[in-house]
């Protein structure tokens, strides 16, 4: 998990990328970092994650995200034996258990990368 991490440390992200913007930068890091991963990789019907590094799930999320919503989103990937834990990739902090189903949910801001707080 430390390898992903620090590949997304790398990361420079304009202030309003779109989604899909982020999803190309990430995999551009993720290869550059040597980290094999699957783009789009469907768990089961219906429950589309953004990548699968191992059994290590990867969601990016433009902005901030309704906490709800996404909790419920994760729960549905953590329910799959494919995934043992989840970094969520977000623009914007947003309030997420340490655990869901007992598999670590962890965040990852990238307002923290560009050095300065945002709203």
């Known amino acids: 998990m430390e390898e992903i991490f620090l590949a997304l440390q790398s990361l420079r992200v304009p202030a309003v ?5 982020l ?3 990430i995999a551009q890091a993720l290869t550059r970092a040597g980290i ?9 019907p219906r429950r589309r994650i953004d990548f699968l590094i191992g059994r290590i799930g990867l969601e990016v999320k433009k902005s901030r ?5 996404l909790i419920a989103q ?3 990937y953590l329910e799959s034996e494919e995934v043992d834990a989840l970094i969520v990739v977000a623009q914007r ?3 997420l258990p ?3 189903l007992g598999k670590p949910v962890i965040l990852f ?8 707080a945002l709203p």
């Open 74 to 76: 994760l729960r549905r």
């Open 109 to 116: 801001s990238l307002d923290r990368l560009w050095g300065v």
């Open 98 to 100: 340490r655990k869901i």
């Open 17 to 21: 990328p779109g989604e899909y913007d």
């Open 36 to 44: 094999v991963y699957h783009h789009e990789y469907r768990l089961a």
């Open 65 to 69: 995200p309704a906490s709800r919503a």
């Open 93 to 95: 902090s947003v309030p």
């Open 23 to 25: 999803h190309l930068m």
